[in-house]
């Protein structure tokens, strides 16, 4: 390299999941060549379902007509914006205002980066959450501002402790993170919370933005913060239909505010892209337009699934919520296990957290990936995540092979 990176960088790594895939492919190489049954990825959230047929259908009409492929508007196709903007009404009891309050997304994922640079000065402060998204954080980095962490325990639920955020030093703190249904640990938020958060932001002249792109899975009724009294002055909420509808590999979100706010993300995002592409948008049309039918039998294989991710966790000694929200299950490793995996730990291991240990422990013996705790944060160090997005005899195939590995050792 003739040239050194950007300082903005250095503290900014390859995401977790990039980095571990070249051990997951390592293990898949060698189970292969043992003869062994394939690596079993419970790690990454990634909706194994179907789109909508009429999303696809829609995609399949519109990118047959030839106006179909110019350059699109940068806000977004007027249709779209009214389609969110029906959604959140129907499904939140939101009124989103289509002409400026809503921004389509490339996913919801870059609009983290694009509010971060739209609001973040270097040297500014930001609330993180801990255990949190860990793009929170980088993005946060690439801006030049500076991280403070906020707790999330199970002993509150995986609330923060508004008693103690209070007791923080907050000068310089600009913008804070929220995310519920949380990743990782599957807390629902209520609308209770949700005004504390606002509560908090206006006090302390912060901006709060909700990440909330599980509000449907696992849950009886989807709520937003932006329903709190008070929430139009600071918060904005970033969605998505890539859980919900299963289509995150489509990469439709959007960012929902007041338009003044929204307009500064538009500053930024009209200057690293030239729209989204006609045929995605009116297929994103088509299906938010879908009814509770949809969510319905789109949680009725999730409550499956996470029945025997609950017997993968039993098995491991591992203690968890069953009725947790979201794509994921969250656990803490019991004590008794932790003392095995402590008394077995050698050479490297003894430098890992005790999630860690269980995850490689369970990969190596196994060929079943499950993700250690500390991706998340100091508070997720003692913890392991199963993702849900995996079917029911994929689950119960992990399960049979961890039964017996343990049976064996």
């Known amino acids: 390299m003739i040239i050194q990176p950007a300082e903005r960088t250095k503290g900014v790594q390859e995401y977790y999941f990039s980095r571990k895939q070249k051990d997951l492919d390592a293990v898949t190489a060698e189970r292969a060549a043992k003869g062994l ?20 259908e829609a995609l399949q009409r519109t990118a047959s007509l030839p106006d179909s492929h110019k350059y699109q508007n940068y806000k977004g196709l007027p249709v779209l914006r ?47 959450p801990d255990p949190g998204y860990p793009t ?10 500076e991280i403070v962490k906020y707790d999330l325990k199970a002993e509150n639920g995986w609330f923060p402790d508004f008693d ?26 209520t609308p209770e919370l949700y005004q504390k958060f606002v509560n908090f932001g206006l006090k302390h002249n912060i901006l709060i933005v909700n990440d909330n792109p599980y509000s449907f899975i696992l849950t009886d009724k989807p709520i937003s913060i932006l329903a709190a009294d008070g929430a139009w002055d600071c918060c904005l909420e970033l969605n998505s239909l890539s859980k919900a509808h299963n289509m995150s590999g489509w990469r439709v979100g959007m960012v929902a505010g007041d338009p003044g706010m929204v307009n500064e993300i538009l500053k930024v995002k009209s200057q690293m892209d030239s729209g989204m592409f006609k ?57 008794e296990t932790a003392a095995g995996l402590s008394e077995s730990a050698a050479g490297n291991h003894c430098q890992m957290t005790i999630g860690e240990q269980l995850s ?3 990969l190596h013996g196994t060929g079943v990936f499950i993700t250690p705790g500390f991706v998340f944060g100091k508070n997720g160090e003692n913890y392991v995540r199963i993702s849900l997005c995996a079917p029911v005899p994929t689950l119960e195939e992990g399960l049979a092979r961890i039964n017996a590995f343990l049976a064996s050792n």
């Not at 103690?164 to 640990?185: A, F, I, S």
């Open 37 to 56: 049954g394939p690596l079993i990825n419970l790690g990454i959230g990634a909706p194994d379902g179907m789109p909508p047929m009429s999303a696809i």
């Open 164 to 189: 103690e955020l209070e007791k923080m030093n907050l000068e310089g703190v600009k913008l804070m993170w929220v995310n519920y249904p949380n990743m990782p640990t599957g807390a629902s938020a």
């Open 82 to 128: 009214q389609a969110f903007a029906d959604w959140y009404k129907r499904y939140y009891g939101v009124t989103l205002n289509p002409n400026g309050g809503i921004q389509p997304l490339v996913g919801s994922k870059e609009g983290i980066l694009l509010i971060s640079l739209a609001f973040v000065n270097p040297g500014d402060k930001v609330l993180v």
């Open 279 to 335: 045929a995605m948008q009116i297929a994103a049309v088509s299906a938010l337009t879908e009814g509770p039918d949809w969510f319905e039998k789109l949680n009725a294989e999730y409550k499956a699934r996470r029945i025997v991710a609950g017997r993968i966790f039993d098995a491991l000694g591992v203690t968890y919520n069953p009725n947790s929200t979201g794509l994921f299950l969250w656990g803490k490793v019991s004590s």
């Open 136 to 145: 929170y954080s980088s993005s946060a980095q690439l801006a030049g501002a």
């Open 360 to 362: 490689e422990k369970i």
